[in-house]
């Protein structure tokens, strides 16, 4: 699965994923943001 997120990634799409594994989100992502209690931070 996380070949083929790399895959769409690379081609240049945009995933949204919701994930509690800082290992998928540091690899995975570009742009990382928080939600609590309805408020949405960017962190990166």
């Known amino acids: 699965m996380r070949k083929y997120l790399l895959d769409l990634k690379e081609?240049?799409?945009t995933i949204?994923?919701?994930?509690?594994?800082?290992?998928?989100?540091?690899?995975?992502c570009d742009t990382v943001c928080?939600?609590?209690k309805g408020?949405?931070?960017v962190l990166r």
């Open 11 to 13: 081609q240049g799409k």
């Open 16 to 28: 949204i994923i919701a994930s509690h594994s800082a290992e998928d989100i540091d690899v995975l």
């Open 39 to 41: 408020v949405l931070t």
């Open 34 to 36: 928080e939600m609590d």
